[in-house]
């Protein structure tokens, strides 16, 4: 019987030893889990969760769409312009080989923990695996470099004694979660002894994030035209006075012009966004990425790919809009991002997108760009009410304010209410006939001459800004309820809106405005002053042949730019003079002063303003891009 007990024993003990041994020898596949941008492969702060993914913890692959060795061409091998299509189709992503150290920078790391005691014959295999494995690819660092690793690729057994470096990139970005969700598994497989063991780590591939006001500018970006006529030498002097402004404001770089295509609007072609992983020391690796508006018939976006595209910088390309969705809802004017938020078990650190839609219609912007971005799983797009607008963007009456609160922003609208009053207070001092508009007329645009008297005199003009305040009113409740921002959290700017003159039902106001903003096809005509096309069918898309929309009278305060936290640049008012001090620019200047701005203004009277938009439509910033999107608090 003793002797039966200490055999007993004995195998247990044996057992006991095999189990730590082989336990000792198991695969263990480790990634950044903690994000502090390192792979621990000696302790255990990567361990915890690696094989799922979640707010708090979890590794992150960049989708690698940059061209970090600029090797991407723009034309094909006879000097032709390669097709929307092909020119997206190049990446870094998009190639089997790490284009040099940029590139490897843009990898995810993983390591094998070395395991000594590998026995010789044992090899071990590495692939992703699931779903995300026709959407990532593998690197493995050898002799000094890095070659792709294929699914049937053998890790020898030296290698697993020693452990092993790998890379992983994803191959785009998610563009549907319901097709797939960004997750990439990566399997490290054993075998030996006759016998496979395996260990999975998870990733998720950085969402595409677009820019809040929180963000400090850091470079701007606007449209040169080339011309010699009056449209595109008023442009220039706009471009000249916006460099000025922008170095006045503190921001280093130059102006980037866009020079090929000639539209003015470089708000609406392009978004900038980027997308981010823990790098060394848990700073944030960045990528920008350039999400191309949804408008393919608009040419001026394939200057982001022959132009940006390059080291650290990509560019989106979602599916065309459909000829059923209104073309101007595309351009991303009408996108924009509120700042960071909580709000109760909802929490925005990366901000939230909100677009305009034509509710009285139901028309929204493009399926396809909807999807892409409520697909990166960080900023639920929220959908506001921009059917009373003739051109429907969002920026035309709301913007986002850094602010000394506790909230760190506040909402900027604007108010037709103190605009009219305004116009009332000058009217009952006596200066009913001072004009409008102090604004001086070119050889191709007289000024307009309406009087303030005869403004208030206009039963439509009291329809119109009755209308835009109550629409606006009616969107501060949407904000409301999903952000929680109260009264003390809204800045109200003096604003004055007006019907599409075009329309049946004008205004009777001033008939300047002859540059449009609506269509494809006519972008070049339409920047010409004099004689603009004024397109109403199906080439130019307009905003619809809906009765009673509207877009500024006096060019859009809130339509302008913040060039850093305390500098903001508007739209020059261009309002009535009463002794010699423009009442509207005094207004605004006032509002934003105690907001915690100081103010400058820029004319964009003959270049944006009569198109029916302002500055701010017709520039566009890249924003610093160094705060972790993964953090959640």
């Known amino acids: ?112 923990v070395p395991r000594p005691d590998t026995p010789a014959g044992h090899h071990g295999t590495v692939k992703a695996v699931g779903a995300g494995a026709k959407k990532s690819r593998v690197f493995v660092h050898r002799d000094g470099r890095w070659t792709l690793l294929r699914p049937t690729d053998r890790l020898t057994a030296k290698e697993l004694r020693s452990g092993v470096e790998l890379g ?64 595109s030498k008023a442009q220039q002097k706009f471009v000249k006075k916006l460099a000025a402004q922008v170095k006045s404001a503190g921001i280093t770089k130059p102006l980037t012009k866009f020079t090929k295509y000639g539209d003015p609007w470089a708000q609406d072609f392009v978004e900038p966004a980027y997308a981010s992983m823990p790098g060394p020391g848990g700073t944030p690796h960045t990528m920008r990425v350039l999400i191309r508006s949804a408008q393919l018939d608009r040419p001026a976006g394939r200057e982001l790919f022959e132009k940006l595209r390059g080291p650290d910088v990509g560019v989106v390309q979602v599916g065309a809009a ?22 109760g078990n909802k929490s925005y650190p990366a901000g939230r997108i909100i677009q305009g839609y034509r509710k009285d219609t139901g028309s929204k912007p493009a399926r396809t760009m909807r999807t892409f971005l409520a697909s990166q799983g960080a900023q639920d797009p929220l959908l506001l009410d921009t059917s ?62 309406e009087t303030i008297k005869k403004v208030l005199a206009s039963a439509k003009f009291h ?74 069918g199906a080439d130019g898309r307009r905003a619809g042949a809906r009765a009673w929309q509207n877009s500024a009278y006096v060019p859009g305060a809130v339509n302008g730019v913040l060039l850093s936290p305390t500098r903001y640049l508007a739209p020059q008012q261009w309002g009535p003079v009463i002794g010699g001090r423009d009442i509207f620019t005094d207004a605004v200047t006032s509002v934003y002063r105690e907001a915690g701005f100081t103010t400058r203004y820029i004319d964009d009277w003959y270049t944006y303003h009569i198109g029916m938009g302002e500055v701010h439509c017709g520039t566009n910033t890249l924003r610093d891009t160094s705060a972790p999107w993964w953090k959640t608090s």
């Open 1 to 112: 019987m003793a002797g039966l007990l200490a055999a007993t024993g004995t195998t247990a003990v044996a057992e006991a030893r095999a189990s730590a041994a082989a336990e000792a020898d198991a695969p263990d596949l480790r990634a950044d889990v903690n994000r502090d941008g390192r792979v621990d492969v000696e302790g255990d702060t990567d361990t915890a969760g690696e094989d799922t993914w979640t707010p708090e913890r979890g590794a992150v692959l960049l989708p690698n769409i940059d061209d970090d060795a600029k090797r991407c061409p723009v034309k094909d091998s006879r000097g032709r312009p390669l097709s929307d299509s092909k020119l997206a189709r190049c990446n870094d992503a998009s190639d089997t080989v790490v284009n040099g150290k940029r590139d490897a920078a843009d990898l995810a790391r993983l390591r094998t």
């Open 168 to 231: 992983v990139e994803a191959t785009d970005v998610v563009r549907d979660r319901q097709k797939w969700n960004g997750l990439v598994t990566v399997r490290l497989t054993v075998t030996g002894g006759g016998a496979s063991r395996s260990d999975d780590v998870v990733l998720r591939t950085a969402p595409v994030l677009t820019h809040h006001h929180l963000q400090k500018a850091q470079e701007v970006l606007v449209t040169r035209a080339s011309g010699r006529d009056p449209y």
């Open 322 to 343: 459909r000829d059923s969705e209104e073309w101007t809802l595309n351009s991303m004017g009408n996108l924009e991002t509120i700042p960071p938020y909580r709000l």
């Open 388 to 449: 009373w607008l003739s051109v429907g963007h969002v920026d035309e009456f709301v913007q986002f304010l850094p602010a000394d609160t506790p909230r760190g922003w506040r909402v900027g609208v604007a108010d037709p209410a103190a605009g009219v009053a305004l116009l009332r207070k000058a009217q009952r001092e006596g200066h009913g006939s001072a004009r409008m508009f102090s604004v001086p007329g070119s050889p191709d645009v007289p000024a307009p001459k």
């Open 463 to 536: 329809a119109d800004n009755k209308l835009a305040a109550e629409r606006i009113k009616a969107n501060l409740v949407v904000l409301k309820r999903e952000t929680g921002i109260t009264d003390a959290d809204i800045v109200k700017v003096p604003g004055l809106y007006v019907r599409d003159e075009q329309g049946p039902s004008a205004s009777g106001l001033s008939d300047s405005r002859t540059l449009r903003r609506m269509g494809p096809d006519s972008l070049r005509e339409l920047n010409q002053l004099g004689g603009a096309k004024k397109s109403t």
